[in-house]
């Protein structure tokens, strides 16, 4: 067998070694263990604080739901000349309390809690949503990061071949067309690699514009949700759809309750002074509305607070829909990366034997349809690597399907107060 084959087998055997990643050193497709730091690391982001300062602020609202109107004094003085020059001074002390519209104190303290409650999943929802896409964009980052990685080792591994090939034509054997081809494949590479690294870098960037970081900050490794933990029940979106029907509900009473008329009470007391004495008058005052105008805009208000508890039970509905294919979604992706990583080994069989046709036929002068063997070689690498990063592929999408459940993850992990 001649110097070229021997050395394009050795070149060959440790490319196919080194190309397919083994599964101690791929992705894989197992979720993270919940990190503390990536979650604290989410947490801290400005828009997040923002978004807890704002559920703060509803919470603190509550306190100040029904109110009771303040009490009201009015205080009055007069002169009084009468005729045949009656003089009188006249003054008196009015004290009003207006009463609230049955039941307008208790609706007005539910919807309170409510825009509280809401306030809270509205940040828990923008916390998973900040998770999720955090998650994925270091899954991004981390696929294109291990595609550059499996690239550069081809390259290396045609650099040795493109040694082998300039030193035969050194010596006057070979073909320069074959140098000039493996030197086009090395280029292309050489630009796919710079590609990948910018994808990742780029994936890097964003994830620490939307956490609020320098440019040059440490993002948390990779983190991602057991499927296990997602319960439709505890969502923040199914949280949030509660919390508006509530509101509804509180709505509706406000509206009901509008429709009754305001009283209020009052108590006067006057005291006259005359020529020939004092006079002092004590009174009791009653003051009512006729409700025939809030009656007509009750109604509408009420329409409106059925259709906003129509809407938010469709939105629950929604949400539990978008769960479940996000779960089935992260089960598909985590199937065919499982596939993916089976077939590759197959593939790799295959890829050896026809190799080993390869150098056989070589070493027995047989060239078929005149093709050079190191262009068969070089095409067998190509092929291992394409196997491989169609592995690196599948095991990627599964972990950003499983990032993206983060989305869906529990209230809990978000509280308002971390």
Not at 121 to 128: D, P
Request: zero cysteines; hydrophobic letters at 50%.
């Amino acid at each position: 067998m001649s110097a070229p084959v021997l050395f394009s087998r050795l070149a060959v055997s440790l490319a196919v070694l080194a190309i397919l990643p083994p599964s101690g050193r791929s992705q894989g497709t197992e979720p993270a263990a919940r990190s503390p730091e990536f979650l604290e690391t989410v947490l801290q982001a400005p828009a997040l604080s923002a978004a807890a300062r704002r559920a703060v602020a509803a919470r603190e609202r509550v306190g100040a739901a029904g109110k009771l109107a303040d009490v009201t004094v009015e205080g009055m003085g007069s002169r009084m000349v009468g005729p045949m020059d009656e003089r009188a001074t006249m003054w008196e002390v009015n004290v009003r309390q207006a009463l609230p519209k049955r039941g307008e104190r208790a609706a007005d303290r539910e919807r309170a809690l409510a825009i509280a409650a809401m306030a809270e999943a509205e940040y828990a929802i923008m916390a998973g949503e900040m998770a999720a896409d955090t998650a994925m964009a270091l899954a991004e980052a981390e696929g294109a990061e291990t595609r550059a990685r499996l690239i550069e080792r081809q390259i290396d591994r045609l650099d040795a071949v493109l040694r082998n090939i300039e030193s035969q034509l050194a010596i006057g054997n070979g073909r320069i067309a074959d140098r000039l081809t493996v030197q086009s494949r090395i280029a292309t590479m050489q630009l796919m690699v710079e590609e990948e690294r910018t994808m990742a870098a780029d994936a890097l960037a964003e994830a620490r514009g939307r956490l609020g970081l320098n440019p040059e900050a440490a993002l948390p490794g990779f983190t991602a949700l057991p499927t296990a933990e997602i319960n439709a029940d505890e969502a923040a979106a199914i949280h949030a759809a509660s919390a508006r029907i509530e509101e509804a509900n509180a709505m509706a009473k406000m509206a009901r309750a509008s429709a009754k008329p305001m009283t209020s009470f009052g108590l006067r007391f006057e005291r006259e002074r005359r020529a020939m004495g004092a006079a002092d008058t004590l009174g009791l005052a009653f003051m009512t509305d006729l409700p025939f105008r809030s009656r007509r805009y009750s109604m509408a208000e009420n329409r409106a607070a059925d259709a906003e508890r129509t809407a938010a039970k469709s939105d629950a509905s929604a949400a539990r829909f978008r769960i479940s294919s996000a779960l089935s979604r992260a089960e598909r992706a985590e199937r065919l990366a499982l596939t993916a990583q089976r077939l590759s080994k197959d593939t790799l069989g295959r890829l050896n034997a026809e190799y080993d046709a390869l150098v056989q036929a070589a070493g027995a002068g047989v060239s078929k349809m005149g093709e050079s063997t190191i262009l068969q070689i070089v095409e067998i690498l190509e092929k291992t690597t394409d196997t491989a990063l169609q592995v690196i592929q599948a095991e990627t999408a599964a972990r950003i399907a499983r990032a993206e459940l983060w989305r869906f993850a529990p209230a809990s992990h978000f509280p308002t107060n971390s």
